[in-house]
């Protein structure tokens, strides 16, 4: 199992945000954490990445605990995409994604071997960017920028890629080609994915399994077909809804606040 969570439980200060979570993926896999505001997803998905230490608990990966490594032998098997990235002024695409190499060289170098440089150039093709390589991130719009730090996640060659609400300030066409990228990652190359979700039904149609968070704990785990019942989203999310079927997999609609 490429990440494991044993009783993990963290915040900010000393009061825990996220409580006693217990929860393996497999490799492969493609997990959204979805919640109402305050339910804890972004909080967990910091202790996944190391920002936060858990405050009690262990994440495994490749069965080692992450917070006892360093942070670049982590880095080299775990990357993670925040919700808002700082642009860095002056870097083109090409510089930017180079960074992602940095876990996999020695203190002491400080110039990419060639190797290193086809591994960028990969995450370049394979996020589609081959036009823009040369352009300045400042000068992208925000669905090249996405495409552009992802392709720097990609460079790190990571096992386990985590995201924290991707998809926000896209729009539906930007969100629609960075998910089908991300699934093509998935299917192909069994890039086991963590994805923070604020819209139900992109999280429906895109993951393997869906945790449902409230109150800093998991109230379910499962298939989306398992989860994304009219009971479940009311207690979790306050909503009365009707599950639709459609070409993508099942949909959510809701009707009305409770």
């Not at 993670?80 to 930017?96: A, H, S």
């Not at 993951?207 to 009311?234: D, F, H, Y």
């Amino acid at each position: 199992m490429p990440l494991e969570l044993q009783n993990l439980t963290g915040g900010y200060t000393t009061l825990p945000i996220v409580q006693d979570i217990n929860l393996s993926l497999q490799t492969g896999e493609w997990l959204s954490l979805v919640g109402a505001n305050g339910s804890g997803k972004s909080t967990l998905l910091k202790l996944l990445s190391r920002i936060l230490t858990p405050q009690q608990g262990t994440v495994l990966l490749d069965g080692k605990a992450i917070h006892s490594q360093p942070p670049n032998i982590v880095a080299q098997k775990l990357a993670f995409l925040p919700q808002q990235q700082i642009v860095p002024v002056g870097l083109t695409v090409r510089q930017l994604v180079s960074l992602g190499r940095t876990p996999h060289q020695p203190w002491w170098q400080w110039e990419l071997k060639a190797e290193d440089w086809l591994k960028v150039e990969t995450a370049i093709q394979k996020t589609q960017l081959q036009k823009l390589s040369d352009r300045l991130v400042e000068q992208l719009s925000g669905g090249e920028r996405q495409r552009a730090f992802l392709a720097l996640a990609l460079a790190q060659e990571p096992k386990v890629l985590l995201l924290d609400e991707p998809t926000t300030f896209l729009d539906i066409n930007y969100q629609l080609q960075l998910l089908e990228l991300l699934k093509e990652l998935n299917e192909h190359q069994e890039l086991t994915i963590v994805t923070v979700l604020h819209e139900l039904n992109l999280a429906a149609r895109y993951s393997s399994r869906i945790a449902l968070l409230k109150q800093g704990k998991i109230w379910e785990v499962g298939t989306p077909e398992e989860v994304m019942t009219p009971n479940a989203i009311a207690q979790v999310f306050g909503v009365d809804s009707v599950i639709i079927q459609t070409p993508v997999g099942l949909q959510v609609c809701a009707i009305s606040a409770i």
